[in-house]
């Protein structure tokens, strides 16, 4: 849960929901209130603020007037821009579907035209200077998104190994990468059971020579293997590589992010 903002959010229609996969629903926001979102910020982060249960728009953007309610009233979760379209004046965010055990994967399997929500953001984007000689490119479900964002910005001449690990293999899609990038699909149908699938694929790779920058994220259990990986056996300089953990099995999103301020703490310390 999380007390009303201090910046005013967004408040953003849905104009349609598809599902990409049977574990990945596309939400395709639009209208006047995207005038002026930020053009070139796929892949970065946004907070959702979730509207409660059976709540009308008035309602939810009662919340946000100066003189509002200071309760804690609505769930905020963290979620990546997938793509923009000025144009249009369309938003679309992509969301896992993994049953009704979050509010977000709830409000999204149940969106449709006309639903709604409040967006903070976006942050900045994760990479937008390319200069490697060969990329890594890494992600579980939850991060697909920012890791497709990177792919289709990076220079069509680009090489490197792009591992995605997914709950199924209906989930396995087509994904825009440069062709110099080869592509690797697991299935680990139990999300909720450690996995080292991804660890093992990438200490397998020959390693290139020259310049590597990292685009990896998803459960912090895997993170943390990859970053030790990467940093103390591959030494690979810190600022060539974004890796990041979104989740960790048993924690919601809310203790997960109190761990992984504890951990930067104690790294600082």
Request: hydrophobic share 40%; with cysteine.
């Amino acid at each position: 849960m999380a007390s009303r903002p201090k910046r005013l959010p967004r408040v953003l229609t849905v104009r349609r929901a598809d599902y990409l996969s049977p574990n990945m629903i596309r939400v395709t926001f639009a209208g006047p209130e995207l005038e002026g979102f930020p053009p070139g910020h796929e892949g970065a982060n946004c907070k959702l603020i979730l509207p409660r249960e059976g709540e009308s728009r008035e309602e939810f953007e009662t919340f946000f007037a100066p003189d509002g309610p200071e309760e804690k009233v609505h769930a905020v979760r963290t979620y990546t821009i997938r793509s923009f379209r000025p144009e249009s004046l369309e938003l679309d965010i992509d969301f896992v579907a993994h049953g009704d055990n979050g509010p977000a994967t709830r409000w999204a399997q149940r969106a449709t035209e006309g639903s709604f929500l409040g967006l903070l953001g976006p942050g900045p984007a994760k990479l937008t200077d390319f200069y490697a000689d060969w990329y890594l490119v890494a992600a579980d479900l939850s991060a697909l998104p920012v890791a497709e964002a990177t792919l289709e910005a990076l220079p069509a001449d680009a090489q490197g190994v792009a591992v995605f690990e997914v709950p199924s293999t209906e989930d396995i899609r087509s994904i825009t990468a440069p062709t110099g990038v080869e592509v690797t699909w697991l299935v680990q149908e139990d999300v909720h059971k450690p996995s080292t699938a991804q660890v093992d694929l990438i200490r397998g790779l020959d390693w290139p020579s020259g310049t590597i920058q990292t685009c990896i994220a998803g459960e912090s259990s895997v993170i943390r293997a990859l970053r030790d990986y990467l940093h103390n056996e591959r030494s690979v300089p810190k600022k060539d590589t974004y890796i990041s953990g979104y989740w960790k099995i048993g924690l919601i999103e809310d203790q997960h992010q109190q761990m992984k301020r504890a951990e930067a703490a104690a790294v600082q310390a």
